[in-house]
């Protein structure tokens, strides 16, 4: 397992290239600028690690502080300024990465969370902060009711990664390792089931006007 | 005054249930689902304390921290889904706890601003922010402009009573309790006679169009 | 040059006087109440402040702490309310004003933010969220999409003028009172000429539809 710590940042970027994508997508169908394409791009793909930062005291935030991310989301940004066509037919491998990215932000969050020395439950709603934030933000700052309040089962899928992360540092002789990833696998296979056969939380509309 | 503690408990416990069914309500008049109800139940019921923890320096914020929170509002969450028809109709007693909690949040807030050695005009706001902030929230992520901005005297008695517990500690043998309630007699009884007798700020909409 | 603290500390209540006049004018069109207007005049002129206070750990935020902010929002406040004829006819002063409160406040977080001891990156974009954070959540606590992300050179000379700053530090024997002035110089200039030519960044509303 040598090569678990690349693993690892390989996926942190591929969340976070995928999240910045879907960000610059959904700026340029709303008609932003260039600079309001990068804007949002980058506050999908890093908005909700910078609220956890600010919440766990991790100064400045990793999102402001590592090159990285801002050069992804520029990258990003370019393609789907560029190659705009070519995004939207992407729709889903788009989708499936999401789902990575998701699952990924949410093992990541926790973990951070928990190493930064908080309970188990500030460790839990980080997590999924960390990986629903930046799509709440690009929806507020889009002018519009966040999607993941409204349907489907996306942050439910964080929840329950970051629920099996916390939970599974209370069992003994299991590596940290080993954990996070069957928190990946149950959140991605949540999630695209999901999209799959359109599962939705309930929701109370009809019943409402009674 | 041994059980004053408790009261203040009650008190803390009470504004956050009655902030988390007030937003548990609008989240579900909106058609979120049930993960949306829960999210703004809890943002509006901690998301001022949240802001005002992280511009205090206390990390991480109770709100995360401190499970009870969460549990009141996912009870809130669940009256609000289960037995919407009372909810609906118990408006008026919904009117007063939530004067109760608005008046508390603004006392505890600007209680816990000087505790962490801030200065007056810092824990005067914070108190405000405190009390209002998780409302603004609410409104931000239902994509519509915060109510409070717009109309009735609600911020306003926050800031009344975080005030009065601010200066209340520049006069000499007077115990902190008392003022206490004071600000909190006061702010509640505003909150409640501005609903009773229509009472509103002042807006400019038609000098405007001079 | 001894005058030159004076000289910042007149422009930066400048920059926090004009970007108040701008919320309280846009509250005031949309209707808000005595309250609202002040608190989106604060909102403007102190939220990025106090976002990179946060990011850079600067607790409690100076916008919170220091009375001044709030009086001068008050007082913009005032002005908005009282002369709202003479504030709407003043649009090219206010113009003026505020691309050197933009200058201003790009340079200053910028400044802030590496005092703090923070990265070249870090510094860079809190300059901009300085510089333009305020206006982004005013345009949020009014439901609509940012107008800086939409059209105009805005944030571009924010970036510029902290980008300046903080590259600026690297060249020997020269000093940073000079280097802050030169990216003054430029960012007012490059918003002015924008203003006057109708500059825009690039957006791909059309070409999205192929």
């Known amino acids: 397992m ?29 008609g932003l600028d260039l600079f309001g394409i990068l804007v949002i791009a980058f506050t999908v793909a890093c908005g909700g690690g910078i609220i956890r930062d600010l919440c766990i005291g991790s100064i400045p935030p990793a999102g402001l502080a ?28 788009v989708l499936f990465f999401d789902a990575l990215g998701l699952s990924l932000f949410a093992v ?26 930046g799509g709440v933000l690009r929806d507020v700052l ?26 599974g540092t209370f069992i003994p002789d299991v590596s940290t390792d080993f954990i996070s990833i069957i928190a990946l696998v149950i959140c991605c296979s949540l999630r695209l089931l999901s999209l799959y056969y359109k599962w939705n939380l309930p929701n109370f509309i009809d019943s409402s006007k009674d």
């Open 2 to 30: 040598i090569k678990l710590q690349e693993f690892y940042f390989f996926l942190d970027m591929t969340g976070t290239f995928v999240f910045a994508i879907s960000g610059a997508t959904a700026a340029r169908q709303r």
């Open 66 to 93: 590592n090159w990285r991310y801002l050069l992804v989301s520029l990258f990003a940004s370019g393609l789907a300024i560029g190659f705009f066509p070519i995004v939207q037919r992407m729709n889903r491998p």
């Open 108 to 133: 990541t969050g926790a973990q951070k969370s928990l190493a930064y020395g908080h309970n188990i439950q500030v460790a839990i709603l980080l997590g999924v902060v960390t990986a629903v934030g």
């Open 142 to 167: 889009l002018n519009r009711v966040p999607v993941i309040l409204q349907k489907e089962i996306y942050a439910l899928a964080a929840l329950i990664a970051s629920s099996i992360v916390v939970f």
